[in-house]
Antibody
Framework: QVQFVQSGAEVKNPGASVKVSCKAS????????VHWVRQAPGQRLEWMGW????????HYSQSFQGRVTFTRDTSATTAYMEVSSLRSEDTAVYYC?????????????WGQGTLVTVSS | EIVLTQSPGTQSLSPGERATLSCRAS???????LAWYQQKPGQAPRLLIY???SRATGIPDRFSGSGSGTDFTLTISRLEPEDFAVYYC?????????FGQGTKVEIK
C-alpha cells in the first residue's frame, strides 16, 4: 500500500534551517510528483509546491519561493523539504503527498505530518 | 490564483442530522477538479470526494458532493459521531492548488 513516513518533530531557533524528509513506499517513486503542504496552527492548508522525482525539477508556490527547497533521493525513494532563515511564522505542520505527474489529481495519500516549531 | 471560500465557519449539529457545507470559488474550477477532505485533530487530511462528486475509496455513501463552476457542496446525510471534524475543499485543476479555510462540524 502507498505510504509516506515523515521525519520527526523539530524545534529550531529563528534564523536556522530545517530539513524534513518523506520516505515513500508502495508505488513507483518516479511516476508521481511529490507535493508539500503546510498547515500553521489553526490555519488552512497551504500548497507549497512539488518536485518531479525523475529529474528533480521543482515548482514553488509564489508564497514559498526563496526560502524553501525541495530535493529528492530516488535510490532511497525519499523527498526532502528544507526551509531556511526560519521565522516564527514558519511554525507549522508540514505534510508530503503525491499526484500522478502531468495530471490533475487530488491528494489521496498523505504523510503523517512533521511539526516544525520555531522559537527562541 | 483561485480563492476558495467555505461557509459556514462552524456548524453545530447533533448526530443523525444532515450537514451541508458550501465552497465558493473566485473563478470557475476547471473540469470540476474540486475535492473535499476531512481532518481530525492531530491527523493528516483524508480525501472524501474528488471531481466534485466522486467518492474516494472506502468513503461511506452518507458523504456526497455536488456542484460545478464556482459553487460546490458537501453533504453528510446523517452525521455519525466520527464525522465531527474540520472539512476543507480544494481545487486541484490549476496552479497554485488552493484550499478553502475549512468548516468545522461540531457536536451540538
Amino acid at each position: 500500500q502507498v505510504q509516506f513516513v515523515q521525519s520527526g518533530a523539530e524545534v529550531k531557533n529563528p534564523g536556522a534551517s530545517v530539513k524534513v524528509s518523506c520516505k515513500a513506499s508502495g508505488y513507483i517513486f518516479t511516476n508521481y510528483a511529490v507535493h508539500w503542504v503546510r498547515q500553521a496552527p489553526g490555519q488552512r492548508l497551504e500548497w507549497m509546491g512539488w518536485i518531479n522525482p525523475v529529474n528533480g525539477n521543482t515548482h514553488y508556490s509564489q508564497s514559498f519561493q526563496g526560502r524553501v527547497t525541495f530535493t529528492r533521493d530516488t535510490s532511497a525513494t525519499t523527498a526532502y523539504m528544507e526551509v531556511s532563515s526560519l521565522r516564527s511564522e514558519d511554525t507549522a505542520v508540514y505534510y508530503c503527498t503525491r499526484d500522478l505527474f502531468g495530471s490533475s489529481e487530488p491528494f489521496e495519500h498523505w504523510g503523517q505530518g512533521t511539526l516544525v516549531t520555531v522559537s527562541s | 490564483e483561485i480563492v476558495l471560500t467555505q461557509s459556514p465557519g462552524t456548524q453545530s449539529l447533533s448526530p443523525g442530522e444532515r450537514a451541508t457545507l458550501s465552497c465558493r470559488a473566485s473563478q470557475s474550477v476547471s473540469s470540476s477538479y474540486l475535492a473535499w477532505y476531512q481532518q481530525k485533530p492531530g491527523q493528516a487530511p483524508r480525501l472524501l470526494i474528488y471531481g466534485a462528486s466522486s467518492r474516494a475509496t472506502g468513503i461511506p455513501d452518507r458523504f456526497s458532493g455536488s456542484g460545478s463552476g464556482t459553487d460546490f457542496t458537501l453533504t453528510i446525510s446523517r452525521l455519525e459521531p466520527e464525522d465531527f471534524a474540520v472539512y476543507y475543499c480544494q481545487q486541484y485543476g490549476s496552479i497554485p492548488k488552493t484550499f478553502g479555510q475549512g468548516t468545522k462540524v461540531e457536536i451540538k
